[in-house]
């Protein structure tokens, strides 16, 4: 039986209850200095040997991403814009792929480090 109210399931209310704290707790943290927000895009480049070998790199890639919550983006069809943003000379052609993250708790506050 599956308990529905309007469109969600609020089985999962306690989950999502949660989740607000804990981003609550979060802008309260970067609010006072206590955590830094960036806003970051990381590249990484897969090498293989064969189109099955990075298939499986890939999926062993993703699945680890994925178990963090990271957005993971192909750039299909952008192989040349993608290679001239992992080479180290600061060109970075790629827009639109940036996300804001936070360095994590560090346990002390600004004024002590």
């Known amino acids: 039986m599956q308990h529905i ?3 969600g399931n ?15 707790e979060l802008r309260m943290l ?6 830094k927000l960036f806003f970051a ?3 990484i480049t897969l090498n293989a040997e064969n189109l099955q070998e990075l298939n499986e790199k890939t999926k062993i890639l993703e699945s680890e991403l994925n178990k963090k919550t990271a957005m993971i983006r192909t750039l299909t069809f952008r192989q ?4 001239k943003s992992v080479l180290p000379i ?4 790629i827009s639109n792929h940036e996300r804001n993250m936070v360095a994590g708790r560090s ?5 002590n480090i």
């Not at 970067?30 to 955590?35: A, G």
């Not at 600061?90 to 052609?93: F, L, W």
């Open 5 to 7: 109210q309007g469109n």
């Open 10 to 24: 609020i089985l999962h209310l306690p989950e999502l209850e949660k989740q607000i704290g804990d981003l609550e």
């Open 30 to 35: 970067i609010q006072t200095n206590q955590d």
């Open 41 to 43: 895009t990381i590249f």
């Open 80 to 83: 040349l814009e993608a290679l």
């Open 90 to 93: 600061g060109e970075v052609p």
């Open 107 to 111: 346990g002390y506050s600004n004024s």
